[in-house]
């Protein structure tokens, strides 16, 4: 395996446990509105990587001006639907919701870059979806809930979100990217949020918030930078082990427990994910470094 796989391996399962703590502390707000908790969530996130943005001596000059506010869309789409179902469900099985967007992506570059979809990567999207619907366990009566299908309807918006990603990375550096996203999103969010009825973030709510912030920044930094390296099918398949990260804290915090039907799910969640790094053909050439 060549060093820029291993390099976008190490990312994206970096990204999955930064965005399972993001989730953790998105859980512990509970008592704040979603739309409350995104925009300081931006806010704090904007804050960390303006330092990061003037090093690296860019300038907000864009060859890609559309593309930046249609990702910022669908990323602010995708992250409202997370964190809702955040709140209204078990973490572990919002998260799982969330990590159905690898079964969207290649039908998502299909039909908006023509990129063919080859048969180990169907395969490898297929095995881990049959794992998160082996988790979720849907005959207990989980599918009854709204959450659900907002939690289903973000993991779409999310998908859109990883294709506009790879495509901006073709001339935008990561720093310039994760800023229009946040930039964006803090208008996306302010209205909502003061035209919502939830009390402001009081005491130690603001501490989970600047954690959210933190983990926010970390995993769209390390998701962008794996998309610079590694194909996005591959990146969205090692994001199921965001699913294991969030299983684990679930079990150690709240006490929900793993059972071995759905520890059976978590394996061919993983399995899904080692079938598509072990995909050598390059689906199609974008970025600096073609994915191989």
Not at 79 to 87: A, D, E, K, T
Not at 138 to 146: Q, W
Not at 248 to 258: A, R, S
Request: net charge positive.
């Amino acid at each position: 395996m060549e060093d820029h796989h291993i390099k976008g391996s190490i990312f994206s399962i970096l990204a999955a446990l930064s965005t399972a703590l993001m989730a953790t502390f998105v859980k512990f707000a509970v008592g704040s509105s979603v739309f409350t908790l995104l925009f300081f969530r931006n806010i704090i996130s904007l804050f960390l990587i303006l330092p990061l943005f003037f090093r690296s001596g860019l300038s907000l000059k864009t060859r890609k001006p559309l593309l930046h506010f249609f990702r910022a869309i669908m990323g602010f789409s995708g992250i409202c639907c997370y964190f809702y179902s955040v709140q209204h469900l078990q973490l572990t099985q919002a998260m799982l919701l969330s990590n159905t967007l690898p079964l969207y992506i290649p039908f998502v570059a299909y039909f908006w870059l023509k990129t063919p979809i080859t048969k180990t990567r169907l395969l490898s999207v297929f095995i881990g979806f049959i794992g998160v619907v082996m988790l979720l366990q849907p005959g207990y009566g989980l599918f009854k809930t709204a959450a659900i299908f907002v939690g289903l309807f973000g993991a779409i918006c999310t998908a859109v979100s990883f294709v506009s990603v790879k495509q901006l990375i073709r001339t935008e550096k990561a720093e310039r990217i994760l800023f229009y996203y946040f930039a964006y999103s803090i208008v996306f969010s302010v209205f909502p949020m003061l035209l919502s009825a939830s009390p402001q973030p009081s005491g130690v709510t603001w501490i989970y918030i600047a954690f959210i912030g933190i983990f926010a920044v970390l995993y769209q930094f390390l998701f962008t930078q794996a998309n610079a390296v590694l194909a996005a099918t591959k990146v969205a398949a090692l994001r199921y082990m965001a699913v294991i990260f969030g299983a684990l804290i679930d079990w150690i915090v709240w006490g929900h427990q793993l059972y071995p039907f759905e520890a059976f799910g978590g394996v061919l969640i993983i399995i899904g994910g080692l079938l598509a790094l072990l995909d050598r053909k390059i689906p199609l050439r974008l970025g600096k470094r073609p994915p191989k």
